[in-house]
């Protein structure tokens, strides 16, 4: 007999770990205890040195779903005898060491349930278990227990509280139990006046108010969500003029897979996806006949992919199903503004969008979007759009441990931050773009809980290069105010260190091209950098070429209009002058002729300039449209039985210009748009391999926000064999991930100077 103290530690609190643990230890009719301790779970187990052996081996190989064990710890204790085996109380005295867990989606027990007459949380909207429901969201303290979530305010009925305490219970130690008799409360409002706060009538309510061709903001897990009927094109315009939306796609909240599979493709990894505890929305090709009265070209202008979800919260799940058809389900905010979250929030700033606001009475602690994937249509290649719900704040990367304290701020748009602490390394979910002081306040909010949680503060600040950024702006004053060094980073190197550091990259005595493909950063010269090959070799990083530079014709404003990017490229040619007023025109010719200081080789812009180009968009009303459009127009050549193009000439600098003429002559020659579209692509590939052999390089990373394209993805898959590549997996290409880079770039050079 012995007596053995393990702690395992990872993703193992909110998950079903202890109850696991005592009845496997039942089982095995071994006996001591286990706690949720500030660093992990412990057991302290006493029985034969065999079964305890098997003990742990089982702990490890059969550990609930939700999990994620990074470590397990074994200590020999002075023997001790138990009389039974038993969940014990919480220890919290010391600084947690713990991994967050993430808000996971509805499990299909639940589900079940939710839809039974007989059972007595029949169409209860907030029924969770061990195995689903929220935690990052309602967190205030750890170790995650009961009154350190926004769940200490209701207590138990007897009847919750017999399955909480019930070791053969699903609910046995849910810290979200509840039921309609000691549960959280709806509230349907219209107009700021109360119209009910009975469930059921609330929830009928907010179903009719739908069902008529209305509005409804509902309060989900991590905010508020505004529905809509997406069948309805009056409904669906009306919400993007009271949005200031005018044609960035909707997400589609769908009632099941069967209706969803009627009107997009599905592939099994966008199944798993969909029902995964994630329950991110997955972007999917249209069929080609949608069943459902979707009003595609009202969801998605110009584009013949959807963004799609299922229900992941049991309140969407009723709504859902009562409605049968599919909802716009869009976050609960004003275009460039944080999502609302407090009902206080979503009482004054979103009434003037939606006509009814369903409430509910349990505090969101930290607002988070939805998360969103993409899969490439021919290799299903995995592209994260966006890391929020469900998958942050913890990341997993066993291989990558950096020093603790470390505070990485992260970028201006689409703005992370990252923070180390005791071998874990947490990346905030997507916080939006903090040119918005709203977004400012949100992401200070985000890192005040996280700081505050863990218990801890920073001991070394990093940022972005750009001085200007609200990110670096902020990181320098926590700084000052705590006497801590700040370390800037380049922008595109953070972008190479972040896909070094998710493929354990750093340390291999291989060299790496990093082709690092975005809109904007400020290099190291003082241009703005975006079309980058780096090579990286014995922790050092080496721009090794880039495309031409070309004026940064009107800064910002080309960002927005990718006629500007065209006559930054061209200069004023004859072809571009339809795109403008004979003002502008003037204007502009003018303004041309001036000397341009700063200069860049943005990709993004270069995207913009060639979707202007072929007639695709001149001025674009988001981010990304006219490279969306541009993608989308590729598609329709890359068909069964159409060749593969020539790819355009690029000399040995290069030369943006070069490729837009040789463009400019395929349009003027009546080449197919869709062909020109892909050949530029095609080209792209063509040029990386290019590089890769002129440097006799095998192994390719890839960055930056412009491997978000699918159509790229699947291109480089398909035309770069031999070569090993290696894309981002667990986190966005985009500047998502800048916060991670920054976090990989400085621990390579603390490893670089030992």
Same mark, same amino acid.
């Given at each position: 007999?012995?007596?053995?103290?393990?702690?395992?530690?990872?993703?193992?609190?909110?998950?079903?770990?202890?109850?696991?643990?005592?009845?496997?230890?039942?089982?095995?009719?071994?006996?001591?205890?286990?706690?949720?301790?500030?660093?992990?779970?412990?057991?302290?187990?006493?029985?034969?040195?065999?079964?305890?052996?098997?003990?742990?081996?089982?702990?490890?190989?059969?550990?609930?779903?939700?999990?994620?064990?990074?470590?397990?710890?074994?200590?020999?204790?002075?023997?001790?005898?138990?009389?039974?085996?038993?969940?014990?109380?919480?220890?919290?005295?010391?600084?947690?060491? !713990?991994?967050?867990?993430? =808000? &996971?989606?509805? @499990?299909?027990? %639940?589900?079940? $349930?939710?839809?039974?007459?007989? *059972?007595? +949380?029949?169409?209860?909207?907030?029924?969770?278990?061990?195995?689903?429901?929220?935690?990052?969201?309602?967190?205030?303290?750890?170790?995650?227990?009961?009154? !350190?979530?926004?769940?200490? =305010? &209701?207590?138990? @009925?007897?009847? %919750?509280?017999? $399955?909480?305490?019930?070791?053969? *219970?699903? +609910?046995?130690?849910?810290?979200?139990?509840?039921?309609?008799?000691?549960?959280?409360?709806?509230?349907?409002?219209?107009?700021?006046?109360?119209?009910?706060?009975?469930?059921?009538?609330?929830?009928?309510?907010?179903?009719?108010?739908?069902?008529?061709?209305?509005?409804?903001?509902?309060?989900?897990?991590?905010?508020?969500?505004?529905?809509?009927?997406?069948?309805?094109?009056?409904?669906?315009?009306?919400?993007?003029?009271?949005?200031?939306?005018?044609?960035?796609?909707?997400?589609?909240?769908?009632?099941?897979?069967?209706?969803?599979?009627?009107?997009?493709?599905?592939?099994?990894?966008?199944?798993?996806?969909?029902?995964?505890?994630?329950?991110?929305?997955?972007?999917?090709?249209?069929?080609?006949?949608?069943?459902?009265?979707?009003?595609?070209?009202?969801?998605?202008?110009?584009?013949?992919?959807?963004?799609?979800?299922?229900?992941?919260?049991?309140?969407?799940?009723?709504?859902?199903?009562?409605?049968?058809?599919?909802?716009?389900?869009?976050?609960?905010?004003?275009?460039?503004?944080?999502?609302?979250?407090?009902?206080?929030?979503?009482?004054?700033?979103?009434?003037?969008?939606?006509?009814?606001?369903?409430?509910?009475?349990?505090?969101?602690?930290?607002?988070?979007?939805?998360?969103?994937?993409?899969?490439?249509?021919?290799?299903?290649?995995?592209?994260?759009?966006?890391?929020?719900?469900?998958?942050?704040?913890?990341?997993?990367?066993?291989?990558?441990?950096?020093?603790?304290?470390?505070?990485?701020?992260?970028?201006?748009?689409?703005?992370?931050?990252?923070?180390?602490?005791?071998?874990?390394?947490?990346?905030?979910?997507?916080?939006?773009?903090?040119?918005?002081?709203?977004?400012?306040?949100?992401?200070?909010?985000?890192?005040?809980?996280?700081?505050?949680?863990?218990?801890?503060?920073?001991?070394?600040?990093?940022?972005?290069?750009?001085?200007?950024?609200?990110?670096?702006?902020?990181?320098?004053?926590?700084?000052?105010?705590?006497?801590?060094?700040?370390?800037?980073?380049?922008?595109?190197?953070?972008?190479?260190?972040?896909?070094?550091?998710?493929?354990?990259?750093?340390?291999?005595?291989?060299?790496?091209?990093?082709?690092?493909?975005?809109?904007?950063?400020?290099?190291?010269?003082?241009?703005?950098?975006?079309?980058?090959?780096?090579?990286?070799?014995?922790?050092?990083?080496?721009?090794?070429?880039?495309?031409?530079?070309?004026?940064?014709?009107?800064?910002?404003?080309?960002?927005?209009?990718?006629?500007?990017?065209?006559?930054?490229?061209?200069?004023?040619?004859?072809?571009?002058?339809?795109?403008?007023?004979?003002?502008?025109?003037?204007?502009?010719?003018?303004?041309?002729?001036?000397?341009?200081?700063?200069?860049?080789?943005?990709?993004?812009?270069?995207?913009?300039?060639?979707?202007?180009?072929?007639?695709?968009?001149?001025?674009?009303?988001?981010?990304?449209?006219?490279?969306?459009?541009?993608?989308?127009?590729?598609?329709?050549?890359?068909?069964?039985?159409?060749?593969?193009?020539?790819?355009?000439?690029?000399?040995?600098?290069?030369?943006?210009?070069?490729?837009?003429?040789?463009?400019?002559?395929?349009?003027?020659?009546?080449?197919?748009?869709?062909?020109?579209?892909?050949?530029?692509?095609?080209?792209?590939?063509?040029?990386?391999?290019?590089?890769?052999?002129?440097?006799?390089?095998?192994?390719?990373?890839?960055?930056?926000?412009?491997?978000?394209?699918?159509?790229?993805?699947?291109?480089?898959?398909?035309?770069?064999?031999?070569?090993?590549?290696?894309?981002?997996?667990?986190?966005?290409?985009?500047?998502?991930?800048?916060?991670?880079?920054?976090?990989?770039?400085?621990?390579?050079?603390?490893?670089?100077?030992?």
């Amino acid at each position: 007999m012995t007596t053995l103290h393990l702690h395992i530690q990872g993703q193992v609190q909110g998950v079903g770990f202890r109850p696991f643990v005592y009845r496997l230890a039942l089982e095995m009719e071994l006996k001591g205890w286990v706690n949720n301790g500030v660093d992990g779970v412990h057991i302290k187990v006493c029985g034969a040195v065999e079964t305890i052996q098997h003990f742990t081996q089982r702990i490890v190989a059969e550990a609930p779903a939700l999990a994620r064990i990074t470590a397990v710890h074994k200590q020999n204790s002075p023997f001790q005898t138990f009389t039974n085996f038993q969940i014990i109380a919480s220890e919290s005295l010391s600084t947690p060491q !713990l991994l967050l867990t993430p =808000d &996971f989606g509805l @499990c299909a027990d %639940c589900k079940s $349930e939710l839809h039974q007459a007989q *059972n007595f +949380r029949y169409k209860y909207a907030f029924i969770t278990c061990t195995n689903c429901g929220p935690r990052y969201s309602i967190i205030t303290g750890l170790p995650y227990d009961r009154p !350190l979530t926004t769940m200490r =305010d &209701f207590r138990m @009925c007897p009847t %919750c509280q017999a $399955e909480y305490d019930d070791p053969l *219970n699903r +609910r046995y130690y849910a810290q979200t139990n509840s039921c309609p008799t000691c549960g959280i409360h709806l509230q349907y409002v219209e107009e700021k006046n109360d119209s009910s706060e009975n469930n059921e009538i609330a929830l009928q309510a907010a179903i009719a108010t739908l069902d008529a061709g209305k509005i409804v903001a509902v309060k989900g897990i991590g905010g508020f969500l505004i529905l809509a009927d997406a069948t309805n094109a009056n409904t669906i315009n009306l919400l993007r003029q009271r949005k200031r939306r005018p044609s960035k796609p909707f997400a589609l909240l769908y009632p099941d897979l069967k209706s969803l599979a009627a009107d997009v493709k599905l592939s099994p990894q966008a199944v798993e996806a969909l029902q995964s505890p994630v329950a991110p929305i997955v972007i999917l090709p249209v069929q080609a006949l949608p069943q459902s009265g979707v009003q595609v070209a009202d969801v998605a202008p110009g584009l013949r992919r959807l963004g799609v979800m299922l229900p992941y919260a049991p309140l969407l799940e009723l709504i859902s199903a009562a409605l049968g058809r599919p909802l716009v389900a869009t976050s609960g905010n004003l275009s460039h503004t944080p999502i609302a979250y407090t009902n206080e929030q979503a009482l004054e700033r979103l009434s003037g969008i939606a006509d009814g606001i369903l409430l509910h009475n349990r505090e969101i602690v930290v607002p988070q979007d939805d998360s969103v994937l993409v899969f490439t249509l021919r290799r299903q290649q995995k592209i994260v759009i966006r890391r929020s719900r469900g998958l942050a704040p913890t990341l997993l990367l066993p291989h990558f441990q950096a020093q603790n304290g470390l505070l990485a701020m992260g970028a201006l748009l689409k703005s992370t931050f990252a923070f180390t602490h005791q071998q874990n390394l947490y990346l905030s979910q997507y916080l939006g773009d903090l040119e918005d002081f709203d977004t400012q306040q949100n992401y200070q909010l985000t890192l005040q809980h996280l700081l505050s949680t863990l218990q801890v503060e920073p001991t070394c600040i990093l940022v972005d290069l750009h001085p200007a950024y609200a990110s670096s702006q902020l990181g320098r004053e926590m700084a000052d105010e705590r006497g801590l060094t700040v370390v800037p980073i380049q922008h595109h190197l953070a972008h190479f260190g972040a896909v070094l550091a998710e493929h354990d990259l750093l340390d291999q005595a291989e060299p790496v091209l990093g082709v690092i493909w975005d809109g904007v950063g400020l290099g190291e010269d003082g241009q703005i950098w975006g079309g980058e090959f780096f090579v990286y070799h014995q922790k050092q990083f080496h721009r090794k070429s880039h495309f031409q530079y070309f004026p940064y014709f009107m800064g910002d404003k080309m960002a927005r209009e990718p006629r500007l990017a065209a006559l930054a490229v061209l200069g004023p040619d004859p072809v571009l002058e339809a795109k403008f007023s004979a003002a502008e025109w003037a204007n502009y010719q003018v303004l041309w002729q001036k000397i341009q200081p700063i200069q860049t080789s943005s990709m993004g812009r270069i995207f913009d300039a060639v979707a202007a180009l072929l007639g695709v968009l001149d001025v674009q009303t988001y981010e990304g449209e006219a490279a969306l459009q541009l993608e989308e127009l590729a598609w329709t050549y890359w068909q069964p039985g159409n060749p593969l193009p020539e790819a355009y000439i690029f000399d040995g600098q290069i030369s943006t210009q070069h490729l837009l003429l040789q463009i400019k002559a395929d349009v003027e020659a009546g080449l197919p748009r869709n062909l020109i579209a892909f050949k530029f692509h095609f080209s792209l590939i063509e040029l990386i391999k290019t590089m890769a052999t002129a440097e006799q390089l095998q192994r390719i990373a890839f960055s930056g926000g412009v491997w978000q394209n699918s159509l790229l993805v699947d291109l480089a898959l398909s035309q770069l064999q031999g070569f090993q590549l290696y894309f981002h997996e667990e986190v966005s290409p985009n500047d998502e991930c800048i916060a991670l880079g920054q976090v990989a770039f400085f621990e390579m050079h603390v490893k670089a100077a030992k």
